[in-house]
């Protein structure tokens, strides 16, 4: 499996940015795919994820009513708007890839086997 992230950049606070997270490499049908992010000192934690089978969307409550993952199975490709975006939002995005999470381990980093590599995204204030 392959991933490829892209679409990172620098933005001004309440600007928007769009990125992509293209798969390789396997019919990812039964696949939860992730989005999670790193800033400097920190821990990686989960921003969003959705579930190829039934398109079900999962977020964190700090990205709740600002970003939107979407899927589109012909491209094998996910997508994260990130909208209203803010300073806290820097970080470095990766996507992810499992096969058998399920809902109470979506969130954790350690459970995705498959991962992109990052993609910047710098808000400025």
């Known amino acids: 499996v392959q991933l490829q992230a892209s679409g990172g950049g620098l933005v001004q606070a309440g600007g928007s940015l769009r990125l992509s997270c293209a798969a390789s490499?396997?019919?990812?049908?039964?696949?939860?795919m992730g989005w999670f992010r790193q800033a400097p000192g920190e821990e990686r934690e989960f921003v969003a994820a959705?579930?190829?089978?039934?398109?079900?969307?999962y977020y964190a409550d700090s990205v709740k009513g600002r970003f939107t993952i979407s899927g589109d199975n012909a491209k094998n490709t996910v997508y994260l708007q990130m909208n209203s975006l803010k300073p806290e939002d820097t970080a470095v995005y990766y996507c992810?890839?499992?096969?058998?999470?399920?809902?109470?381990?979506?969130?954790?980093?350690?459970?995705?086997?498959?991962w992109g590599q990052g993609t910047q995204v710098t808000v400025s204030s």
């Open positions: 992810a890839a499992d096969s058998r999470l399920i809902l109470s381990t979506i969130h954790r980093y350690k459970e995705y086997d498959y």
């Open positions: 490499g396997r019919t990812f049908s039964r696949y939860t």
């Open positions: 959705i579930r190829w089978s039934s398109s079900t969307t």
